[in-house]
């Protein structure tokens, strides 16, 4: 999660539709897999953390992050929650959480192996990814974007790092085909290198927010376990063998 995106939403970030629905959908896919010790990279404010304590997916989290202007310590639903800029050596996770960070760094393959070869045996890698690279925009320039993944690509990346796939699927295919269209347009409007840096990420009013959240609800039951065709996020739940 970018802090860039917290810095737009504030405090609405934790009832933003994108993000309710895309935190129920990890939990979907985690469900049944509760953690003991969670380390999620690149946590932003840690709301996919938070909403994993707040239903019981993992007993302690620590959220790392190099862009936190300070580290500390609390507490979230009861369970302890710390904020580094660093990982602590100390430890090893069950589940490692890269919700949107593979696409930021250079050589994707590098931090993934990093944290996947320090991972015991039965340990979990949980990644989101932004799908297909003809749907570039302003909002991967804004983000600092290198790339964008299919899930074959993804997937890919995750068996070189020496993980074996548990589940890998698509998610927003119900909104897919309109943003699909808009970006296409906006490709054909402006090349690639001339996008100007520009988030789509806006506050819904209420009544649309909720519309969406119902909607992709509907989406995670029916769509998402079988969806491997299209979508704005690729999911991957990766395991250390």
């Keep these: 999660m970018d802090l860039k995106e917290e810095e737009i939403l504030g405090a609405a970030i934790v009832d933003h539709w994108y993000y309710r629905s895309k935190g129920a959908a990890l939990r979907s896919l985690l469900k049944g897999m509760p953690a003991r010790r969670l380390?999620?990279?690149?946590a932003g404010s840690g709301i996919f953390s938070k909403q994993l304590l707040e239903h019981g997916l993992a007993a302690e989290a620590y959220c790392i992050d190099p862009y936190y202007s300070e580290e500390r310590d609390e507490t979230h639903a009861g369970r302890p929650l710390s904020f580094r800029r660093v990982l602590e050596p100390s430890g090893r996770a069950d589940l490692v959480l890269m919700m949107d960070v593979l696409e930021h760094v250079d050589d994707d393959l590098a931090l993934l192996t990093q944290y996947s070869n320090d991972l015991a045996s039965g340990a979990r890698v949980a990644i989101t990814v932004p799908a297909f690279t003809f749907l570039w925009s302003g909002h991967d320039v804004f983000l600092e974007h290198r790339r964008r993944y299919s899930l074959a690509?993804?997937?890919?990346?995750?068996r070189r790092a020496g993980l074996e796939i548990e589940r890998g699927r698509y998610f927003f295919g119900l909104i897919f085909p309109l943003v699909a269209v808009l970006r296409l347009?906006?490709?054909?409007?402006?090349?690639r290198g001339d996008l100007?840096?520009?988030?789509?990420?806006?506050?819904?009013?209420?009544?649309?927010?909720?519309?969406?959240?119902?909607a992709h609800?509907?989406?995670?039951?029916?769509?998402?376990?079988?969806?491997?065709?299209a979508g704005l996020t690729a999911f991957c739940l990766a395991r250390k063998p």
Excluded at 39 to 42: E, R
Excluded at 153 to 158: G, H
């Design 217 to 229: 609800a509907l989406e995670r039951i029916l769509l998402f376990p079988i969806n491997r065709m």
């Design 185 to 191: 347009l906006e490709s054909r409007r402006v090349k």
């Design 39 to 42: 380390v999620d990279v690149g």
């Design 196 to 214: 100007q840096p520009a988030s789509s990420l806006r506050k819904a009013p209420e009544p649309l927010n909720s519309l969406l959240v119902a």
């Design 153 to 158: 690509e993804l997937e890919d990346l995750v």
